[in-house]
């Protein structure tokens, strides 16, 4: 199984590293050394009241509870209804997960599938869709259509089929109508569907732009009833606060949707001590319950793409995509590991787009999680 997983993507970023931080300037507004928009790992602070949370739960010397408390499971059905539009949520079909990269990462090994069982995920995609895949010992296969499958039974479809919306890396959103051709397409085959959804909060579409969106404050969810048809059966919601809420390193997230499918995925759970800390659960509950921060954060966020996206664009590359999230989908309609070069030139390091997947290969990944001083530099050196 090991043998089977790919090299580690980020270990061939080293040599563009060292280039982008040997970058100097005699221009003080470009600044010095490297301008590091390769990873979306949060810079900000921790919100005080998030902070707050943990600290009043430090004492916590008794085991905390796989399932997580009733209250933070309710807290959580009431975002999903607040926030995204999908009432009804059960809090037997919540979970709090370590993350949400150790849940994509380990749900076709805690589904139970393994040899001669398909794992499906977009064809642009986050590495880990393919790695949980292998990990389990399941076939990955990646598609952006439920064509792409030919003509399927119960027993030929995949038994997994991922969604990202908004995807990282392409920021792209799936509507309502998708969303409910995909369950449509999935329940007839007895397909489960999972959907990642950790950038929802980060929404950049004019309200003209979302259509029959147009009255969710985020994007729509796999659990909105529009979707669904009032059944969660065979669908299972992935969110993480690290980026809403930058709880990156308090590793706080959930997973939601189909009762009986969360409840099998915490029968495994409990017997492998994959626990998330009580102190978390804690800080977990309040992030999903204070919207004030959330908003805050999403406005430091859409300044900096409104900095960076144009000058992305006089230097010369094209914005695809990138309707919500915490990237920019760029193309030089160059090959990816050109155009990272070129960029490490000027101390800016970016995510080339091969890691996503072949059909990536001549874009790059451009995180706004940096600092306002480093966005303005990276600004800067673009436009110098």
Same mark, same amino acid.
């Given at each position: 199984m090991i043998s089977s997983l790919p090299d580690f993507p980020w270990d061939s970023l080293a040599p563009a590293k060292e280039r982008a931080r040997a970058f100097s300037s005699d221009d003080p507004a470009q600044g010095e050394g490297i301008v590091d928009l390769s990873?979306?790992? %949060?810079?900000? %602070? /921790?919100p005080e009241v998030v902070q707050q949370a943990l600290? &009043? !739960? !430090? &004492?916590?010397?008794?085991y905390p509870q796989t399932w997580g408390t009733a209250d933070l499971r309710e807290a959580i059905g009431q975002w999903f209804e607040r926030r995204r539009g999908a009432p009804g949520v059960d809090p037997d079909g919540v979970l709090p997960t370590v993350g949400s990269k150790e849940l994509v990462a380990w749900l076709p090994a805690l589904l139970g599938l393994g040899a001669g069982d398909v794992v499906a995920f %977009?064809?642009? =995609?986050?590495?880990?869709? &393919?790695?949980g895949t292998r990990i389990a010992g399941a076939t990955p296969f990646a598609a952006d259509a439920t064509t792409a499958f030919g003509p399927t039974t119960a027993a030929t479809a995949p038994k997994l089929l991922? #969604?990202?919306?908004p995807s990282n890396p392409t920021g792209k959103v799936l509507g309502v109508e998708h969303l409910a051709k995909v369950v449509a397409w999935a329940r007839e085959r007895g397909v489960v569907v999972a959907s990642d959804e950790c950038y929802a909060e980060l929404d950049w579409r004019d309200q003209s732009d979302r259509g029959g969106d =147009? =009255? #969710?404050p985020t994007t729509p969810s796999l659990l &909105?009833?529009?979707? /669904?048809?009032?059944?969660?059966?065979? #669908?299972l919601v992935v969110y993480s606060t690290s980026k809403q809420s930058n709880l990156a390193g308090y590793r706080a997230a959930f997973a939601a949707g189909d009762p009986t499918l969360v409840r099998s995925l915490l029968e495994v759970r409990k017997h492998a001590g994959m626990i998330v800390p009580w102190p978390v659960q804690r800080a977990l509950l309040t992030a999903v319950s204070d919207d004030e921060h959330v =908003?805050?954060?999403?406005e430091r966020y859409r300044a900096r793409r409104a900095a960076l996206r144009p000058a992305l664009e006089r230097w010369g590359l094209r914005i695809d995509d990138s309707e919500a999230g915490l990237y920019l989908w760029a193309t030089a309609g160059e090959p990816s590991r050109v155009t990272v070069d070129r960029l490490a030139d000027l101390g800016i390091l970016v995510a080339p787009g091969d890691f996503y997947g072949v059909a990536g290969e001549q874009h790059v990944r451009v995180a706004l999680s940096a600092t306002d001083e480093r966005i303005a530099a990276a600004v800067a050196r673009l436009d110098g």
């Open positions: 990873v979306g790992t %949060p810079v900000d %602070p /921790t600290r &009043d !739960a !430090a &004492d916590a010397p008794g %977009p064809r642009i =995609a986050y590495p880990t869709y &393919d790695v991922w #969604l990202n919306t =147009a =009255a #969710l &909105d009833p529009r979707v /669904t048809g009032g059944s969660h059966e065979g #669908l =908003a805050v954060q999403r």
